[in-house]
């Protein structure tokens, strides 16, 4: 059994930062990839920041430049750096771990693990 717990969440002004940290518990080798989803009300979930077991990054095109995932593996825990943040930011913030969607596509199998999310706000 896999569990993951988020934390970092909050509100915070225009321009602003925060840290989200998603850590992971369980039975983790047989997944390879990590990476963090947002939702925001109204839209369809989509996938930010990802990293795989090469240690290959991808982000969504709109969070370039601005967002950063990191694993801390001694921890158990990937983190998500968020900088400069834009109202667009506004959503509730998942992480996962799985297996197919860190190379890019962001294709979900339907069989991955999820945290119970932690909310951000811009404005």
């Known amino acids: 059994h896999v569990q993951l717990v988020e934390s970092g969440g909050g509100s915070v002004q225009v321009g602003g930062s925060l840290k989200l940290s998603c850590t992971i518990s369980?039975?983790?080798?047989?997944?390879?990839?990590m990476g963090w989803f947002r939702q925001a009300p109204g839209k369809a979930r989509e996938g930010v920041a990802a990293?795989?077991?090469?240690?290959?990054?991808s982000y969504a095109d709109s969070v370039k430049g601005r967002f950063t995932i990191s694993p801390d593996n001694a921890k158990n825990t990937v983190y998500l750096q968020m900088n400069s943040l834009k109202p667009e930011d506004t959503a509730m913030y998942y992480c996962a771990t799985g297996w197919a969607f860190c190379d890019g596509s962001w294709k979900l199998l339907g069989l991955e693990y999820w945290g119970q999310g932690t909310q951000v706000t811009v404005s």
């Open positions: 990293i795989g077991g090469d240690a290959v990054t």
């Open positions: 369980g039975d983790t080798y047989s997944t390879y990839c």
